[in-house]
């Protein structure tokens, strides 16, 4: 009789599980995806980054499965904010010239940064949705509206799409730009998703790392990172990642999309560099798994390597994706720049900086309880020739 009742519950679980994971590939299904065939698959085959059957980082990433478990059970308080996060709302008019300098950088949260570069206007992982995930009632949820209303945004040069997680890749904004008169630019494998969604396959550019699209003359790089793909369960690393590095005429710009350390960022410095702004990630991260972030200490390493002059820290501050808290990003960021006697700017949300301008902090956060960088440091693995 005990027997039967176990089955039965064990059946009813097994129905339960199998009808959640139904409702939710129905709900999701258009967020999901597609996959690459075709050319586009062949050509991703054909990358040195191809590897049976998916794409693999030279220095492979590595995970402690139980840290993550405990550490996220050992979350900070102030994972998120308590109070309105301060926002400077977009002036639309702000664009109708081009800023002094040449170069201008306006963060509008996460990884969503409006680049000026030379007369040219780049966009980088576009994250307007409510939240990054393939479903609109569960996943993180922004802490605050985009300053700049996607319908507000000015014309664009070009999209820029680091990867398709999606914290990068927000399938509404996606369809909702998929008209803009704009060239997309994203790794390879990844046109797959956009032309699933409606973006004209013309206006789609899949570059390899090392590979390089012009927009006027504006060169858009596409350059290593460390880091993964991933939609589902089932199309974990079958999409490429990268980072880019803007060329223009007076000014160069490194976008490091997600990553973690990696020795060929000093190729990418002596390659494309010097940089009069490196936009690094500095958020998100765990010692379980850092090679995937970055981590604030080691952006700093980063900016060193690739050949930064300023550096402006992004995703942070829009997202609750780990279990640090909120500010923590920023102030190990500050801390490790003073300590390494590198130019750091950091605006609010809206705020746009001139990097030539070396603009003081903004230390627009509030002050919080945060964990400094020697007490829990995020040390990628794979990178002992690279010093501190």
Not at 94 to 107: I, K
Not at 124 to 141: C, M, N, Q
Not at 246 to 260: C, E, I, K, L, N
Not at 291 to 298: L, N, S, T, V
Request: glycine share 10%; hydrophobic share 40%; proline share 10%.
């Amino acid at each position: 009789m005990v027997r039967q009742w176990i089955k039965r519950l064990g059946l009813a679980a097994i129905g339960l599980l199998a009808l959640a994971i139904g409702v939710f590939e129905v709900s999701g299904w258009r967020s999901f995806g597609h996959r690459a065939t075709g050319e586009r698959r062949a050509r991703m085959e054909r990358s040195p980054q191809w590897q049976g059957g998916a794409f693999e980082n030279p220095q492979p990433l590595w995970n402690d499965v139980w840290g993550s478990l405990t550490g996220m059970m050992s979350a900070s308080e102030h994972v998120r904010p308590s109070a309105p996060v301060p926002v400077e709302p977009v002036d639309p008019a702000r664009f109708q010239e081009a800023p002094p300098s040449g170069l201008r950088v306006t963060w509008l949260g996460h990884s969503t940064v409006l680049v000026e570069i030379d007369g040219h206007r780049v966009l980088t992982d576009p994250v307007f949705g409510r939240r990054a995930s393939p479903l609109g009632w569960i996943g993180p949820e922004r802490w605050y509206p985009p300053p700049l209303p996607l319908a507000q945004v000015p014309p664009v040069d070009a999209v820029v799409i680091s990867h398709d997680h999606y914290d990068h890749l927000d399938e509404a904004t996606l369809t909702a730009i998929k008209d803009w008169n704009t060239t997309f630019i994203v790794p390879l494998g990844v046109g797959a998703h956009l032309e699933y969604w409606g973006v004209p396959p013309a206006r789609i550019v899949e570059l390899d790392w090392w590979e390089t699209a012009k927009v006027g003359d504006l060169e858009i790089n596409c350059v290593p990172a460390r880091h993964a793909s991933g939609r589902t369960l089932f199309d974990q690393n079958a999409k490429l990642w990268a980072g880019y590095a803007f060329v223009g005429p007076r000014h160069r710009a490194y976008f490091s999309g997600d990553t973690g350390l990696f020795p060929a960022m000093a190729e990418i410095g002596r390659k494309l560099g010097p940089f009069d702004v490196t936009m690094i990630e500095v958020g998100q991260y765990n010692r379980a798994w850092p090679d995937w972030h970055i981590g604030p200490e080691q952006a700093l390493i980063a900016h060193r390597l690739v050949g930064g002059k300023v550096f402006f820290p992004i995703h942070w501050g829009l997202f609750e994706l780990a279990a640090h808290g909120w500010t923590e990003p920023m102030e190990r960021a500050v801390a490790a720049a003073e300590k390494s006697g590198a130019v750091i700017v950091g605006s609010r949300p809206g705020h746009g900086v001139e990097p030539d301008a070396r603009p003081p902090m903004d230390r627009w956060w509030p002050d919080e309880p945060w964990t400094p960088g020697d007490r829990d440091p995020i040390v990628s693995t794979k990178v002992s020739g690279i010093s501190p």
